[in-house]
Each structure stands twice: as structure tokens, then as C-alpha cells.
């Protein structure tokens, strides 16, 4: 609101309230078009009642025994969580095409070694709107392949087209790219993330004990 009555600008207003210009210039814009219901996140946590599934039962009756209660309810919380509750949803592009879909191909591999899901249950960006956990942790794996081994190699991508690969309506830039690395390095949870890896290439036969 601040934006749109132009009491400052988009700058001011980001480092008043700590977060991303661009984020302003977004806001402003939903506000514009949706009203304040375009600006005002949804009520997060449960629609329905806890049920306990047969996954949370198997995890009880396999920790039960050298666990304390609450670290078991931790544990069914860490296995259980929906990833997608804090991370930006994928945005389907309306046209596939382009110089990377042949990348494609790998998403069975990265789905069976759980790269994306143990990314996103040991990292955070709670306020990322567009490029969370999953987008940056793509974006470094597709870049990779790419032979694009540096956060500077984004500014070669080609944005529309990268974009629909990892689910966002363009790559990220360099700028934003570095920014998001530095705040998931500063959680330190690179050797937990290590750990789910491995947990769940032990647990899918992928690797032997």
C-alpha cells in the first residue's frame, strides 16, 4: 500500500521491512489486481485431523524402543512433514520447449535418490515466493550438468527456458541465486542433509548397508 501511494520507494520500503524489492514491486502489484486477498497469505497448518497412517505406525514400532517420546514425535513430525507446506509451489509453464528439457530425463533419478525432498526437510526459505528450497537446489544440480559449476554461470541461462525446468516462470538471476545460498549456509545443515541422503539411499536399497 505504501508502493502504491508512492510515499516511498520500492527500495526504502524493502529495507524497512527486510525483504527483496522485488518482493515490493510483487505485492503492489497483486494488491492492484486482487485486492488485499491477493496480499494476505493463506491460514497455514492442518485442514483435517492428525490421522496416523501406517508410515507413522511403522516409525513408532521401529524408534519406540530407544526413543524418548518426544523425540519419537519429532521423528513422525521430520519423516511425515509435507515439504510443499514451506516451499514456493512448481509453476507449469504453458509452453515446454527449449534448449534444456533434454535435462528432463534425470527427474527419475533425482526423485529415486530423494535429493529434492531431503533438500527441502534439512534447509528452509520461508519467505520465498518464487525460488524455495527446490528451485535452488535444482538450479545448482541442472547448472552442474551444464557444466555451469559457479553462481555466476546464471547469468548465461537462458531465464523462460531454465524456468520451466525447475518450476518457476524463470531461472534466477546470479544476485538472487548467491542471496538464497547464503541464508541456507548459514542454517548449517549441510551435514544433515548428508545424513537424509544417506538414511534414504540405506532405506531404498540404493546403496548397501
Not at 520500492?10 to 505485492?27: E, K, M, Q, S, W
Not at 490421522?51 to 513422525?76: D, F, G, M
Not at 509451489?89 to 531431503?118: C, E, H, N, Q, T
Request: glycine residues 6%; aromatic residues 6%.
Amino acid at each position: 500500500m505504501l508502493s502504491q501511494a508512492k510515499v516511498a520507494d520500492d527500495v526504502t520500503i524493502a529495507d524497512i521491512f527486510g525483504c527483496h524489492r522485488n518482493t515490493v514491486g510483487r505485492l503492489r502489484r497483486r494488491l492492484v489486481a486482487q485486492g488485499l486477498a491477493g496480499v494476505v497469505p493463506a491460514r497455514r497448518g492442518p485442514k483435517h485431523p492428525y490421522k496416523v497412517t501406517p508410515e507413522i505406525v511403522a516409525i513408532v514400532r521401529e524408534e519406540s524402543t530407544h526413543s524418548s517420546v518426544p523425540a519419537l514425535v519429532r521423528l513422525v513430525q521430520e519423516r511425515t512433514a509435507d515439504p510443499a507446506s514451506f516451499d514456493p509451489p512448481v509453476v507449469p509453464p504453458k509452453r515446454v520447449s527449449g534448449r534444456y528439457m533434454g535435462l528432463a530425463l534425470y527427474f527419475p533419478a533425482i526423485a529415486a535418490l530423494g535429493l529434492v525432498r531431503s533438500a527441502r526437510h534439512s534447509f528452509a526459505l520461508p519467505r520465498s515466493t518464487i525460488f524455495g528450497v527446490r528451485a535452488v537446489a535444482l538450479s545448482l544440480l541442472f547448472m552442474t550438468l551444464l557444466r555451469k559449476p559457479t553462481i555466476e554461470s546464471a547469468k548465461h541461462l537462458r531465464r523462460a527456458e531454465f524456468g520451466a525446468l525447475i518450476g518457476t516462470d524463470r531461472a534466477p538471476c546470479v544476485k538472487t541465486l548467491r542471496r538464497k545460498l547464503e541464508t541456507m549456509a548459514a542454517q548449517a545443515k549441510a551435514a544433515e542433509f548428508g545424513r537424509r541422503l544417506a538414511r534414504h539411499w540405506v532405506e531404498e536399497g540404493i546403496v548397501s548397508t
